[in-house]
C-alpha cells in the first residue's frame, strides 16, 4: 500500500517556474514508478511525465517537453515535477500516481489528492 500526498502548487505568473512534490508513505515506494497527470476545468485528465523506479528513465508528454522536470529521491519518498516556463494553458490540477510500469497508459494503482497549479497571463 502506498499514499501519496502531492504539494507545492499554487498561483504564478506566465514564465514563472514552480516545483511540486509528491510524497509517499509506505515501505515499497522504491518499486513503483510515479507519473504525473493533470487536469483542467471541463478537460480530460492528460499525462504529463512518469519516472521509472530508479530515476533512470523518465517520459514527458510533447506540451511539457524540454520545461518540465521529473526527478526523485528515493531515500526521502519523494517525487519531483520541476515546472519552468509555465504558460496558462499549464493551469490544471496535478496528480501523481504510482504504478508498476513507467508508461503513461499504463496502470496507476495509487493516487494522491492532486494540488492545484494557477498560471495568469
Known amino acids: 500500500q502506498v499514499q501519496l500526498v502531492e504539494s507545492g502548487g499554487g498561483l504564478v505568473q506566465a514564465g514563472d517556474s514552480l516545483r511540486l512534490s509528491c510524497t509517499a508513505s509506505?515501505?515499497?515506494?522504491?518499486?513503483?514508478?510515479v507519473g504525473w497527470f493533470r487536469q483542467a476545468p471541463g478537460k480530460d485528465r492528460e499525462f504529463v511525465g512518469v519516472?521509472?523506479?530508479?530515476?533512470?528513465?523518465?517520459y514527458y508528454a510533447d506540451s511539457v517537453k524540454g520545461r518540465f522536470t521529473i526527478s526523485r529521491d528515493n531515500a526521502e519518498k519523494t517525487v519531483y515535477l520541476q515546472m519552468n516556463s509555465l504558460e496558462p494553458e499549464d493551469t490544471a490540477v496535478y496528480y501523481c500516481?504510482?504504478?508498476?510500469?513507467?508508461?503513461?497508459?499504463?496502470?496507476?494503482?495509487?493516487w494522491g489528492q492532486g494540488t492545484q497549479v494557477t498560471v495568469s497571463s
Open positions: 519516472i521509472n523506479w530508479s530515476g533512470g528513465r523518465k
Open positions: 509506505g515501505r515499497t515506494f522504491s518499486d513503483y514508478a
Open positions: 500516481a504510482a504504478g508498476l510500469i513507467p508508461a503513461a497508459n499504463a496502470r496507476y494503482a495509487y
